[in-house]
């Protein structure tokens, strides 16, 4: 089965350095979500992305966080001065192809741990 | 969306069915209900999803009440693997535009042998 890539796996920063967290979505679909998990809670929505431009984005989606596709394969998310609340499990998704009418399954990554020191 | 309640936790022995109950007593007409579940800090993974009918596939079997105020997944034969969070998630299904799913706390099931 076809599947979400996400790099790296871990990441370590010092807190006020930028990060880009990399995901290779499933190819040929058209919707693209980042979602986080702070240890121990729930996993949380940041943002949805369809047609070069954001759907949607949660509070937590502020102007330190930005997303990008900068060619037909990668979805980035950007944090440009990572605080130490930043370190969580940062989820990459994608779902819908052409045509299928409706995006409600969504593929997820396997994640990348983001620690911020 | 419509709000979800699920038990925290829920217990199953190896090769034994699992069911795991989903209440949504507010769900509107257009939404679907659709389980997901997490290994251990993995990505979440689709299982299922239905909006009246009760549904099938290779993973589990979704029964949704005839009020469509709760919902049962049913895994037929759980194994160790199926060790897991599960999330149930009321939402209506969109076309066209990217749209969020909302997790809530989810039931973690544990099957032992």
């Known amino acids: 089965e076809p599947e979400v890539t996400q790099t790296p796996s871990h990441q370590v920063t010092q807190m006020g350095q930028e990060v880009i967290l990399r995901c290779v979505p499933i190819?040929?679909?058209?919707?693209f979500y980042w979602y986080r998990q702070i240890l121990g809670q729930k996993v949380e929505f940041l943002v949805s992305?369809?047609?070069?431009?954001?759907?949607?984005k949660s509070e937590i989606f502020d102007d330190q966080f930005s997303v990008e596709r900068p060619d037909g394969s990668n979805f980035t998310l950007k944090i440009r001065s990572t605080k130490l609340e930043d370190s969580a499990m940062y989820f990459c998704?994608?779902?819908?192809?052409?045509?299928?009418?409706?995006?409600?399954?969504?593929?997820f990554g396997s994640g990348t741990q983001l620690s911020v020191l | 969306d419509a709000k979800t309640t699920q038990p925290p936790s829920m217990d199953c022995a190896e090769g034994r069915a699992a069911n795991l109950p989903c209440n949504h007593s507010t769900i509107s007409g257009n939404e679907y209900v659709y389980w997901y579940r997490q290994i251990h800090s993995q990505g979440p993974q689709y299982i299922i999803h239905g909006l009246k009918n009760n549904e099938t596939n290779e993973m589990a079997s979704l029964i949704i009440t005839e009020d469509r105020k709760s919902s049962t997944l049913i895994l037929p034969h759980a194994t160790l693997r199926d060790t897991a969070v599960y999330y149930c998630?009321?939402?209506?299904?969109?076309?066209?535009?990217?749209?969020?799913?909302?997790f809530g706390t989810g039931t973690r099931l544990q099957v032992t042998l």
């Open positions: 998630i009321v939402r209506v299904s969109y076309t066209g535009t990217a749209s969020k799913l909302t």
């Open positions: 998704a994608s779902s819908g192809f052409l045509g299928q009418g409706v995006n409600e399954k969504l593929f």
């Open positions: 190819s040929n679909h058209l919707y």
């Open positions: 992305f369809y047609n070069n431009e954001i759907s949607e």
